[in-house]
């Protein structure tokens, strides 16, 4: 049984900053990529960055920049820092990892989402 928990998410003024992070526990052997993806209502789930195990990274255009995403191996923890929020980034935020159980069986895991509202 593998779980994600996220935290961090809330309501910001535009310009502001926010830290999610995200903790995966349970039966995990390794971790490839772990990740955050958003849902804004009426739009689909939509990649904001990943990372690697070996720390290399992928960001959506729309918070190149503005987003810094990082990663503790040991800990198996994922963490994104967003600055510079604008009222677009407004979506519930949900934590993504590509795990292999102990079992060796490999998964897509999602957490349960965080909203982030960003509002004067």
């Known amino acids: 049984q593998v779980q994600l928990v996220e935290s961090g998410g809330g309501l910001v003024r535009p310009g502001g900053s926010l830290r999610l992070s995200c903790a995966a526990s349970?039966?995990?052997?390794?971790?490839?990529?772990m990740g955050w993806y958003r849902q804004a209502p009426g739009e689909e789930r939509e990649l904001v960055a990943r990372?690697?195990?070996?720390?290399?990274?992928n960001y959506a255009d729309s918070v190149k920049g503005r987003s810094t995403i990082s990663r503790d191996n040991a800990k198996n923890t994922v963490s994104l820092q967003m600055d510079s929020l604008r009222p677009e980034d407004t979506a519930v935020y949900y934590c993504?990892?590509?795990?292999?159980?102990?079992?060796?069986?490999?998964?897509?895991?999602w957490g349960q989402g965080t909203q982030v509202t960003v509002s004067s």
């Open positions: 993504n990892a590509q795990i292999t159980t102990t079992m060796l069986n490999y998964n897509v895991y």
């Open positions: 349970g039966s995990i052997y390794s971790i490839n990529a």
């Open positions: 990372i690697y195990s070996d720390g290399s990274t």
